[in-house]
């Protein structure tokens, strides 16, 4: 989940929160974007979950039964900077 964390001085810094473990994913490159299957999405839109490349995304694969779709955490945000067409 992407999330805020306050800092002492009160400001908010974007994070990115497990959505397994519910740690901070540190290193994007040891994370991915999973989509599971979900009741709450159509088929045509489905869940992204952030996850921890290993573990986390090995217990949540165990937990839905089947193989998951997923991409490179690095990959889905590129994706989605240019999707919501980002300027810096
Ligand atoms: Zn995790």
């Not at 039964?65 to 490179?72: A, C, I, S, V």
Request: charged share 25%.
């Amino acid at each position: 989940m992407i999330a805020a964390i306050s800092t002492i001085n009160g400001d908010r810094v974007p994070i990115i929160i497990c959505d397994e473990c519910h740690k901070e994913l540190e290193d994007i490159e040891m994370a991915i974007a999973a989509m599971p299957a979900s009741q709450e999405f159509t088929e045509e839109i489905q869940q992204v979950l952030h996850i921890h490349k290993t573990n986390c995304f090995d217990v949540l694969e165990i937990r839905e039964g089947e193989f998951l779709p997923w991409l490179e955490l690095q990959e889905y945000l590129f994706l989605l900077s240019q999707r919501c067409e980002l300027k810096t």
